[in-house]
C-alpha cells in the first residue's frame, strides 16, 4: 500500500501538535515527519498490506484539532494545575509534631 501524504498548516498547528497526533497511528503505520515555515508533512506508511486507511485524512485532520484543543487547555489551565499539586502535596507531608 503507497505511503499516505499529510500536509498541516504550520501556523495553525504546531510541531508537537502533529507529533502527538502522529504518534496515535504508530499501531498501524510507520511515521515521518517533517516541517517547514508552512507546513508540516506527515507520512504514513501502512505496516501491513491489509490496513484500512479509509478516511485516515479525515481522521489524521480531526485527531490534530483534539490535540491543538488539548494543548490549549493545558495552557491556560497550566496555573491552576501546579496550585492544586500544591495543594495536594502539601497536605500528604507529614507535619512533625512539636515537642
Known sequence: ?????????AGFFSAEVIARTAHRYTDHF???LTSSDDAHIAILTP???????TCIEGRFRNDALDERLRERIKAETADLH???VQAALGRA???R???
Do not use: G, N, Q, Y
Not at 47 to 53: A, E, G, V, Y
Open 47 to 53: 505496516k501491513h498490506d491489509d490496513i484500512d486507511s
Open 1 to 9: 500500500m503507497a505511503p499516505i501524504r499529510l500536509s498541516m498548516d
Open 97 to 99: 509534631p512539636e515537642s
Open 30 to 32: 510507520f511515521v515521518e
Open 93 to 95: 507531608i507529614p507535619t
Open 82 to 84: 501546579v496550585s492544586l
